[in-house]
């Protein structure tokens, strides 16, 4: 990454971020690119799922524009977490796979692990907070092969990392994190690549935006980097909660910001912060960074389920919630295909009840 980009990070003190476990380098650890994206797609053929893209003429109209929605909660443990979740555990070495992993997450990275472990006959350790929805903490005990473990932890007294990497050292597991891993980001890149496929199958062309959620920036990093490497004038835009800006601070400043158990009913979206690969690969590869109200998710949960007749989890519409928020900002007359990731179904009945007919 050059110098002289406009968000180029550069390293963060401790009392900037003193959440922060790593250095922020100017460039990721190791780069990830296109052709690993189409590696992972490779690993992935015939076990993760190709998602349908659903497309709304009532959507369109709303955005004035042609809207793709890539709908990865039909995904297997219903979010895009198993894509990169398979494919880090696919690129284990023999002696890595022997000994097992260890990944923490709230809900959909801790499926994907159990899942793909399962599936893999790889151990899975399982770090989850107490506080984890009830629907993604039975699920994830359900995929667990006959060696997984789940280990349940309260968020006010360790940070999930400090836990994980005390537990992984001492049983020699190696960490999976939910989104800042090479292998895991090139695997959820594989929605992405997947999209852009569909739409010149489907007749529409090339996306020329694409709108997609952020909390670690994993999913980002890589549907960017695909964005990009097809269609480089694409505009890709990430969209976060608003009570968890932390993404969007630090793309403005290129300075790592950090934000601490944010308040919002998207807990898929609740990190603390952008990653040493995901930071500086968000800053290259995406245009803009926007943030949305936990209003403004319920409105598009419940317009998902009207007009399309699927059930979203909170975080998975945030790519949707931005691109409206920013349709009823300006107007988008004339901006072609959009894309948009809608990342994951996994809400319970009585919450995904409560929150759409608050």
Excluded at 60 to 66: K, L, T
Excluded at 146 to 168: C, D, F
Excluded at 228 to 250: F, I, M, T, W
Aim: include cysteine.
């Amino acid at each position: 990454m050059s110098d002289t980009h406009p968000h180029a990070p550069v390293l963060a003190t401790e009392a900037d971020c003193p959440l922060r476990p790593f250095p922020i380098a100017s460039a990721p650890p190791s780069e990830v690119g296109l052709e690993d994206v189409r590696a992972a797609a490779e690993r992935l053929r015939g076990i993760a799922h190709r998602t349908p893209v659903l497309t709304s003429r009532a959507l369109d109209e709303m955005v004035g524009a042609r809207v793709l929605l890539k709908c990865e909660n039909f995904q297997r443990v219903g979010a895009f977490k198993f894509r990169g979740a398979y494919n880090a555990l696919a690129s284990l070495s023999d002696d890595e796979r022997s000994r097992g992993v260890l990944a923490y997450s709230s809900g959909n990275h801790a499926q994907g692990i159990a899942l793909a472990g399962r599936l893999l006959g790889v151990r899975t350790l399982i770090v989850m907070p107490s506080d984890a929805p009830t629907l993604k903490l039975e699920a994830t005990r359900g995929y667990l092969g006959p060696t997984g473990e789940v280990v349940v932890y309260e968020r006010e007294q360790i940070t999930r990392e400090a836990l994980g990497a005390e537990l992984a050292e001492r049983e020699g597991l190696t960490v999976v994190a939910p989104y800042d891993h090479p292998a895991v980001i090139a695997g959820q890149g594989t929605a992405a690549l997947e999209l852009f496929e569909q739409a010149g199958e489907m007749g529409e062309g090339v996306p020329e935006s694409l709108y997609v959620c952020v909390g670690g920036g994993g999913l980002l990093s890589g549907s960017a980097i695909v964005a990009k490497g097809v269609n480089p004038s694409c505009r890709v835009v990430g969209v976060e909660p608003e009570a968890g800006a932390d993404a969007k601070a630090s793309f403005e400043t290129g300075r790592l910001h950090t934000v601490a158990s944010p308040d919002t009913i998207a807990d898929g979206a609740r990190t603390p912060y952008l990653g040493r690969w995901t930071f500086p690969l968000i800053t290259r590869h995406t245009d803009a960074i926007e943030t949305v109200t936990d209003r403004e998710l319920i409105e598009m949960m419940r317009l998902c389920f009207e007009r399309l007749k699927i059930v979203i989890e909170p975080s998975g519409v945030l790519g949707l919630a931005g691109l409206v928020k920013h349709a009823r900002g300006a107007a988008l007359g004339g901006a072609g295909t959009i894309g948009v990731i809608v990342s994951g179904g996994n809400v319970g009945l009585a919450r995904f009840a409560r929150l759409t007919s608050e």
